[in-house]
């Protein structure tokens, strides 16, 4: 079966940056779309960003377009995403999610069927 574990999560100044990473075990992880989303309390959970299978295509949503970075080493299983100039509104739990048995990016939360228990970040003004 499929797991994946978030970690990176804290607290942080507005203006500052997290990496979060994502460990992935279970499958063959080269072959799987990943993604992040947040969940706000009182909101629903959103996209955040994807990846494609070999790295060499992202997708973000505008909110994060220019702050955030995801990337992934298939050497090591893990998916990563860059945090830069963070402000009070990307306050969420994050998670990390894969594609099944597809590699191509999604942004619909439909398409993963796999997810993380989330990490939390909190970004102070």
């Known amino acids: 079966q499929v797991q994946l574990v978030e970690s990176g999560g804290g607290l942080v100044q507005a203006g500052g940056a997290l990496r979060l990473s994502c460990a992935f075990s279970?499958?063959?992880?080269?072959?799987?779309?990943m993604g992040w989303f947040r969940q706000a309390p009182g909101k629903e959970r959103e996209f955040v960003a994807a990846?494609?299978?070999?790295?060499?295509?992202?997708y973000y949503t505008d909110s994060v377009k220019g702050r955030f970075t995801i990337s992934r080493d298939n050497a090591k299983n893990t998916v990563y995403l860059q945090m830069n100039s963070l402000q009070p509104e990307d306050t969420a739990v994050y998670y990390c999610?894969?594609?099944?048995?597809?590699?191509?990016?999604?942004?619909?939360?439909?398409?993963?069927?796999?997810w993380g228990q989330g990490t939390q970040v909190t970004v102070s003004s």
């Open positions: 999610a894969s594609r099944r048995e597809l590699g191509t990016v999604s942004m619909n939360r439909d398409d993963y069927g796999y």
């Open positions: 279970g499958r063959t992880f080269s072959s799987y779309a």
């Open positions: 990846i494609n299978w070999s790295g060499g295509r992202s």
